[in-house]
């Protein structure tokens, strides 16, 4: 009977034994718990953020497109009409943008010559029913001679394209548009003759 209790509290002994091992063994080799981590701090706002780019003015714009090529460099001054140091009725800004986009011969005289009408009837304005009709017959034979040098073929430009780009370079500015319209309005009920044969200046 002792004998029996020996064998079963050493067997048990070495159990236990064995289990607390087998513990130390597995509390070795689990992984350690990782390290507390800390939260970055975030830096505070910029007290001075950077200021916003102050808005170009209208001018401003203009030059900067004219300075990229996006449009033509054109007198902006508050004068109807312009510098012309030639004296041959044209801008000297438009006649500028005439050489450089119509450089054909023929084609140059013929949106010089419209150009011309165009400076008159900008600077003219709001004038007498006479006047107006004067100036409107040159501006009409002047868009007949463009019709009869622009076809729009060969890299030509197409004539309607050539008047509504001389309307637009010469009546530039909101002073000499509003003058132009005066002059048009003048024209308001007026009948006004076709222009027949070869219109172009000589």
Do not use: W
């Amino acid at each position: 009977m002792k004998k029996q209790l020996f064998v079963l509290l050493t067997t048990a002994l070495l159990a236990s034994s064995g289990n607390s091992e087998e513990a130390a063994n597995a509390s070795s080799q689990a992984p350690s718990s990782p390290a507390p981590t800390t939260t970055p701090s975030v830096p505070p706002e910029d007290s001075n953020p950077p200021a916003a780019p102050a808005k170009r003015s209208a001018a401003e714009k203009l030059a900067d497109l004219e300075n990229r090529g996006r449009i033509p460099k054109l007198d902006r001054s508050d004068s109807l009409e312009g510098s012309d140091q030639d004296n041959n009725g044209i801008r000297d800004d438009v006649d500028a943008y005439i050489a450089q986009h119509y450089p054909e011969p023929a084609q140059r005289k013929a949106a010089e010559q419209f150009a011309r009408a165009m400076q008159e009837a900008v600077t003219t304005g709001s004038t007498s029913v006479d006047t107006a009709r004067a100036i409107d017959r040159r501006s009409s034979a002047a868009i007949s001679c463009i019709f009869d040098r622009f076809d729009g073929e060969n890299g030509s430009a197409y004539p309607a394209a050539v008047v509504e780009k001389l309307e637009g370079v010469t009546a530039n500015t909101k002073k000499r548009l509003k003058s132009y319209l005066a002059y048009n309005k003048t024209l308001n009920g007026t009948a006004l003759g076709s222009s027949d044969g070869d219109n172009c200046e000589k």
